[in-house]
T-cell receptor, first 116, second 116 residues
Framework: DQQVKQNSPSLSVQEGRISILNCDYT??????FLWYKKYPAEGPTFLISISSIKDKNEDGRFTVFLNKSAKHLSLHIVPSQPGDSAVYFCAASAAMTTDSWGKLQFGAGTQVVVTP | DGGITQSPKYLFRKEGQNVTLSCEQN?????MYWYRQDPGQGLRLIYY???????QKGDIAEGYSVSREKKESFPLTVTSAQKNPTAFYLC???????????????FGPGTRLTVT
């Protein structure tokens, strides 16, 4: 039973425009969320995170928004660049629960293609 | 140059054979993880270890075994009991902390295992 869902397997966006990636979760115990980026033949790399006590976190061109009531988060990339073409994974954790710390639940990923 | 090494990149085995995947890190991280990725699915946690000589089952541990005799190394054995062993396997590490920093995991490049 997938607790973290990324319902869009792919997204194509023009260079310079905004990329919006969506992620939904079902477990109300999740209190920390992360986005990872993965290039082909490489492991995922950490991109940005957000705690459930916030509704927005920004780091340069990347902003993550969290809507706890809807159990939904999104990643905005503005402006999109060709180097952003990659697979983006959403991940969640019940970080404050002793049994769960360190354990991440991942979504299936969204392939982003940024076209010139 | 710190990082995580997984070898080999591609591995082929016959059905019924056990196979061991290597994972080494020089990041001085206490925690290490093994994930499996299948097409259209997120990363699923197989085993994790928060400290040397200790490890816990993840969500899909059946048919797998691990050891953690050294801080730097966390090998994964895919046994003949694993019903669908063909997959992409990712190893990760992090500091061992219940806080957000413990969730920022660093991944290796992965090993693609094919069992025929």
């Amino acid at each position: 039973d997938q607790q973290v869902k990324q319902n869009s397997p792919s997204l194509s966006v023009q260079e310079g425009r905004i990329s919006i990636l969506n992620c939904d979760y079902t477990n109300s115990m999740f209190d920390y969320f992360l986005w990872y980026k993965k290039y082909p033949a490489e492991g995922p790399t950490f991109l940005i995170s957000i705690s459930s006590i916030k509704d927005k976190n920004e780091d340069g061109r990347f902003t993550v928004f969290l809507n706890k009531s809807a159990k939904h988060l999104s990643l905005h990339i503005v402006p999109s660049q060709p180097g952003d073409s990659a697979v983006y994974f959403c991940a969640a954790s019940a970080a404050m629960t002793t049994d769960s710390w360190g354990k991440l639940q991942f979504g299936a990923g969204t392939q982003v293609v940024v076209t010139p | 140059d710190g990082g995580i090494t997984q070898s080999p990149k591609y591995l082929f085995r016959k059905e019924g054979q056990n196979v061991t995947l290597s994972c080494e890190q020089n990041l001085n991280h206490d925690a290490m993880y093994w994930y499996r990725q299948d097409p259209g699915q997120g990363l699923r946690l197989i085993y994790y270890s928060q400290i040397v000589n200790d490890f816990q089952k993840g969500d899909i541990a059946e048919g797998y075994s691990v050891s953690r005799e050294k801080k730097e190394s966390f090998p994964l054995t895919v046994t003949s009991a694993q019903k669908n062993p063909t997959a992409f396997y990712l190893c990760a590490s992090s500091i061992s902390s219940p806080g957000p920093k413990g969730l920022e995991q660093y991944f290796g490049p992965g090993t693609r295992l094919t069992v025929t």
